[in-house]
Each structure stands twice: as C-alpha cells, then as structure tokens.
C-alpha cells in the first residue's frame, strides 16, 4: 500500500496536529490559522505541499509500473526467461525498496523532509531513465534497484511532512489526496505506457556511439523518468518544509526506541499490524489473480479484463476516499478514535461484496461487486494514514511509516498471491475452481482482519484522547 496506498477492500494505509493550521518553515515561515487565506483550516501553501506530493506519489507508480508492459519486447531483445524478468520486476525493486527504507526513513526523521524526496525523486528518476540504456539482464537488474531505493523513502516522509502541513481534523482530506496519487499513477502507468508504445512503435533502433543499440521500448523508460527531475527541482525550490509539530527528539530516535515504543503501545499496534497484514495479504492476493479469475470464469481475456478493471476500479476508488473523507470528518466530530472507526466500517462493508463477487453468475455483475468491495473498503486508507500519524511521535513517524509499509508491500505483496496459488494447486481440483479459492481466501481471512481492527480502536482512542488533553 504503495507513500503506498492501502487498498482496503482488495482493489487498493505523528504527532498531533493541533485545531489550528501549521507554520510551515522554510525560508519564510507560513502560518496557517483560521479565517482569511486558509482553505478548510489549513494554509493553500499547506493544500500546495500535499498536491505535490500526490504527484510525486503517481510518479512513483507510474515508473514503478510501466515495465509490466514492457515484458514481451524486453525478454526479446535482452535474451531473458520468464524467471529474469520476474526477478526483475519483483525482487530487484522489492529487496532494495526495503533495504534502503528503513534506515533513510531515520534520515527523513532527523532532517528537512522534502531534500530526502526531492533527492529520492530524483534518484528514481534516473534509474528509471537508465534502464533505457540497459543493454543486458545486470544493468537493468542495477537500474531496477535503484528505483526501488529511492522509491522507499517517498512514502514515509510524504506522509509525515503531511502530518504536520495540515490540520489533524483534516488530515483524512489530506491523506485521500494522497492516496488518489498513488491510484491514479497505477492506472495511468498502463495508460500513459500504452500510449507510448503506440508512438513510438515505427521508431528504428538507435546505435550508441560506445556499443549497444537504443530500441523503442527503451525510449518509453526515458520518457517517463525524466519529468521526475523537473518535479524534483519544484520540491526543492517551492514546497515549503513544515515545522515539526510536538517534535521533542531533534536527533530523532534509535531503532530500539522505536520497538520499545511499539511494545508500550502494543494494545493499539500489535492487532493493527496484524489486521494490516491480513488485509494487504487480500488485497495482493486477490488483485494479483482477479484477471486470471475472469479469464478462467467467464472467458474474458486480458486485452478485455485489464482495461475495464483498470477503469473501473479507479472511479470507484476515487469515489470511495471521497466518501471515506466526508464519513472520517464526521465521525471525528464525534469520537476520539474515528480514524480506526473508519478503517473498520470500511472493511466489514466491503467484505460481503468481497465474498459474493467470484460467485456471480455473470462477468458483468462480478465487476460491479468488484467495483462495490473497491469503493467501500479504499474508504478507510486515508483514515487509516492519519490515525498512524497522530499515534507517533514526531520524530519517530518516519520509522513507524517503513515499517507498516513493510508490512504492507514485502509481507503482504510476497504472501498473498502465493497462498492463492498454493490453495489453487493443492485443495482446488482444477483450475476453473478459482473462483471458489478467492472466495475461500476473503471468508478465512476478511473476518479476522476486521476483528483485529476492531481490537485497535480503543486503544487509539484513548491514545488519542492523551495526546489532545496534553495540547499535543
């Protein structure tokens, strides 16, 4: 969950933030009070930094995604096997992006936020760039790993220089923006890639002066990592870095204070990680078989599933965190652990649709239950974010962000779609059986998810509740 976006109902996740609007510091200090020149409580220089970051965020998925299209063309005129592009899509990005998170989200939380994702931009953005020179399997191996280094210290900074750039009240708000970043860079990664490939379809290859040839699909990689250099330039020069709000620990904190911190807090964070982890295990899971599913079902194949799900799912998802904000807005009126609240009300409504989607008898109507099980359980990832934020101490979010994140996207993305296939091989008798294996998978793990989550809320409340009365 991609800052990586949850995708809370298996299509698509601190210091407190005070009631008024933040000072953003820079090289001239903003503040964002109530009353003229703010937008719903925070400053438009505040507004300014999170629609920066979405972009950033959709960049990330756009470089990040364009190479599943590149496949085909890629294994030909590299010489590859289907196991050295696998390698190259999964474990060369994933093993970097969370070797590198970790210890450079500490850095995030010692330092001025926006130079690490501007210079995290900016690195992707080259090795996104240099994977249109790679000539063999090691230098795109290389270049692949360098974009998913950079690509990890994107997510836990973006999410806690929000924290501090908005007003909590408005943090889900924030964090809906955000995440409507990271979806629309999915989908636009198959789009804009698409597009691309068609252009530049006649293009003859292009020999290099020092040995080695430039052929279209190289060209796509350049196209789509170049812009990052010109947004990474904007961070630097026009976003403005917020001042740390509650921040107690300039030098930031060890990593064993941040385990001691999650042990202390272990009422709120062990049945969160864990309800975390379920639910990134379905949506990976899931997501990775859902074409596979239509194909086998109802004979739809990829040419037909992939737009469609594409589509689909966006608008639904777009509709869902506008929803998700409006409900998490109203119900922060009203009880202290409304960010949790929403995350859970988002996953039980979204899991019966979750279940009877692969049963029905029409492709048509599987996709609308689809499209429901999106819109209502993406409703809780903004809330979800905010709630994270809030728990942490300033200087610590960087590293509880990786953390989640890792449960997230190495954990989950690694387990879900190998338990749906160890289910399929070995329990299911054939198959066209698929249907019934997602459907297992969504009754064995959904209700716990929910239960999990459910767990988490008082503690968060209460936790909530400390950190308001303190003035925090």
Not at 262 to 273: D, G, N, S, T, Y
Not at 277 to 295: D, P, R, T, V
Not at 325 to 333: F, H, I, N, V
Not at 458 to 465: E, F, H, I, T
């Amino acid at each position: 969950m991609k800052a990586e976006a949850i995708d809370t109902g298996g299509a698509g996740a601190a210091g407190a933030a005070s009631a008024h609007g933040p000072g953003v510091a820079g090289e001239a200090p903003v503040a964002a009070a109530p009353g003229a020149g703010t937008i719903a409580g925070a400053s438009p220089r505040a507004w300014y930094t999170v629609w920066v970051l979405a972009v950033i965020s959709m960049l990330a998925q756009i470089d990040r995604g364009v190479m599943s299209l590149l496949v085909q063309p890629i294994k030909r005129d590299l010489h590859l096997t289907d196991t050295q592009v696998s390698v190259l899509i999964g474990f060369a990005f994933t093993f970097f992006y969370v070797a590198v998170g970790p210890p450079m989200s500490r850095v995030g939380d010692r330092s001025a936020r926006k130079k690490v994702i501007a210079g995290g931009l900016a690195v992707w953005s080259v090795a996104t760039a240099l994977c249109g020179l790679a000539q063999n399997f090691w230098s795109l191996f290389f270049s692949r790993a360098l974009v998913g280094g950079g690509e990890s210290v994107n997510g836990p900074a973006s999410l806690s220089m929000i924290a501090d750039a908005v007003p909590r009240e408005r943090l889900p708000r924030a964090f809906a923006i955000l995440n409507a970043g990271v979806m629309g860079g999915m989908a636009l990664s198959l789009v804009v890639g698409g597009v691309l490939i068609g252009l530049l379809a006649n293009v003859k290859p292009i020999p290099l002066p020092f040995g080695g040839t430039i052929r279209n699909w190289q060209l796509v990689f350049m196209a789509v990592g170049i812009p990052g250099l010109i947004v990474s330039a904007l961070v630097m020069f026009t976003v403005p870095e917020p001042v740390r709000r509650g921040g107690k620990r300039p030098g930031g904190y060890k990593l064993r204070e941040v385990l001691a911190f999650i042990v202390e807090q272990r009422a709120m964070h062990f049945p969160l990680l864990a309800g975390i982890l379920l639910m990134s295990i379905q949506s990976y899971g899931l997501g990775a078989w859902n074409a596979a599913f239509y194909e086998r079902t109802y004979g739809w194949g990829p040419a037909k599933t992939g737009p469609l799900i594409g589509t689909t799912t966006l608008v639904a998802s777009l509709f869902g965190l506008w929803l998700g904000t409006k409900l998490a807005e109203w119900l922060g009126r009203r009880h202290d652990d409304a960010n949790l609240r929403m995350l859970m009300i988002a996953q039980l409504t979204a899991l019966p649709f979750g279940i009877i989607g692969p049963l029905m008898p029409s492709p048509w109507l599987a996709l609308a239950c689809t499209c429901a099980a999106g819109a209502l359980g993406v409703m809780g990832g903004p809330s979800y974010n905010a709630a994270i934020q809030i728990a942490t101490p300033n200087e610590m979010r960087g590293q509880i962000n990786a953390m989640y994140l890792f449960i997230i996207s190495a954990l989950g993305g690694a387990l879900g779609p190998t338990l749906v296939a160890l289910v399929t091989d070995n329990i299911a008798t054939s198959e066209s059986q698929l249907r019934y294996v997602l459907v297992g998978v969504r009754l064995a793990i959904g209700p716990i998810a929910v239960l999990l989550i459910w767990l988490a809320v008082k503690p968060y409340g209460q936790l909530y509740r400390t950190k308001l009365d303190a003035g925090e």
